[in-house]
């Protein structure tokens, strides 16, 4: 900010070299924001279409709770994204950057969505309602790779998914039947649990499509990878949880 600051004062003497100096500047701040627009319109995009992939009771109770719980959950990301953008880069080396760009905004909104819904209020359901989340986010990787999805196969690679989903998330379920503050709390806890394992769940996609593997042919290699990932993000986030 100091240096387009320092570009504004020093603009000269004549009217065209003002012209110059104030262009300039506006090309350097118009970038960011074109980058956030890009990436709300593909959450946006993408919450629509999962929403109507969930049960008509569930979307609305969703809806209901939707700026409190995007608030919460915008937060879960910026602590996470601190957190683990190296672990990640280490992860995907090899992956183009170019491409690695575009396959960001389908997982970040893919994240975003799942902390939403882990955000939900009603009981043992975080799981299950992550597996449409799952499914498009995947289906969309798949496509920006330029490869064939099947749906089928997808939601069976999903349900075995799910198991973790439940493991990681039942504390959090169990202090959402205690009343008030236990919602508070598990609803805390599976916001993080749910954007965490959605993000890895993308991420080891990317690494195995742009590696030519194929996700459906390959489950084992997929669990292992996503199950290596998962416990490296979690030995990474102890230090922080002492503080």
Sequence with gaps: MKKLFRKKTITGETGNLKKEKVAEVQVET???????KQEEKEFESFFSEVLKKLPQKTSTSVLNAYDKSKEQAEKILDKSKNQF???FDEFLEGV??????????????????????????????????????????????HKIFGQSWSESLGKSLSRELIVVGLGRGAVGN?????PAVGTVA???????????????????TVKMLNDGEDIFNQAMSF??????????????SKPSNKK
Excluded: Y
């Design 223 to 236: 669990k292992g990878q996503f199950n290596t990932l998962f416990k490296t993000l979690q030995n990474s």
């Design 96 to 141: 183009d950057v170019e491409k690695r760009k575009k396959c960001h905004k389908t997982v970040h909104a893919a994240s975003l969505t799942a902390a939403i819904i882990g955000l939900s209020p009603i009981p043992f359901s975080d799981a299950f309602l992550l597996v449409p989340v799952q499914l498009t986010m995947m289906s969309r990787l």
């Design 30 to 36: 118009e970038l960011p924001a074109t980058d956030l």
């Design 85 to 87: 953008d190296g672990i």
């Design 186 to 204: 598990g609803a805390a806890i599976n916001g993080a649990v749910a954007s965490t394992i959605t993000e890895s769940l993308g991420w080891v």
């Design 174 to 178: 169990i202090l959402k039947l205690v």
